[in-house]
Nanobody, 127 residues
Framework: QVQLLESGGGLVQAGGSLRLSCAASGRTFSSYAMAWFRQAAGKERAFVARISRWSGGNRYYGDSVKGRFTISRDNAKNTVYLQMNSLKPEDTAVYYC???????????????????WGQGTQVTVTS
C-alpha cells in the first residue's frame, strides 16, 4: 500500500515556473515507477511524465510538455518532483501523482495502468 500526497500547486503567470512534489508513504517507494497526470476542467486525465523505479534512469514525457517539464525522484525522501518551466495557460489543470508496481509497460501513458493515486494539486496559469 502506498499513499501519495501532492503539493506545490498554485497560481502563476504564463512563462513562469512551479515545482510540484509528491510525498509517498511506505518503505518500498523506490520499487515503484512514478508518474504525473493532469486533468483540466471538462477533459480526461492526461499523461504528463513518468520516471522508472530505482534510480529513475528512464523518463517519458507527454508531447505537450517535452522540453518544458522535468520529472525526478529522491528515493531517500520518498518524493517525486515535477519541475514545470515556461508554463502556458493550457497547462492549467489538477495535477496528480501516481505509482505503478510494474517495471515498464507499453501503456505507461494510460491512467488505468497505475495502482495508487494522490488527491491532486491545482495549477493555474494566467495569461
Amino acid at each position: 500500500q502506498v499513499q501519495l500526497l501532492e503539493s506545490g500547486g498554485g497560481l502563476v503567470q504564463a512563462g513562469g515556473s512551479l515545482r510540484l512534489s509528491c510525498a509517498a508513504s511506505g518503505r518500498t517507494f523506490s520499487s515503484y515507477a512514478m508518474a504525473w497526470f493532469r486533468q483540466a476542467a471538462g477533459k480526461e486525465r492526461a499523461f504528463v511524465a513518468r520516471i522508472s523505479r530505482w534510480s529513475g534512469g528512464n523518463r517519458y514525457y507527454g508531447d505537450s510538455v517535452k522540453g518544458r517539464f522535468t520529472i525526478s525522484r529522491d528515493n531517500a525522501k520518498n518524493t517525486v518532483y515535477l519541475q514545470m518551466n515556461s508554463l502556458k495557460p493550457e497547462d492549467t489543470a489538477v495535477y496528480y501523482c501516481a505509482a505503478d508496481q510494474a517495471a515498464w509497460v507499453p501503456s505507461y501513458h494510460s491512467s488505468g495502468e497505475y495502482d495508487y493515486w494522490g488527491q491532486g494539486t491545482q495549477v493555474t496559469v494566467t495569461s
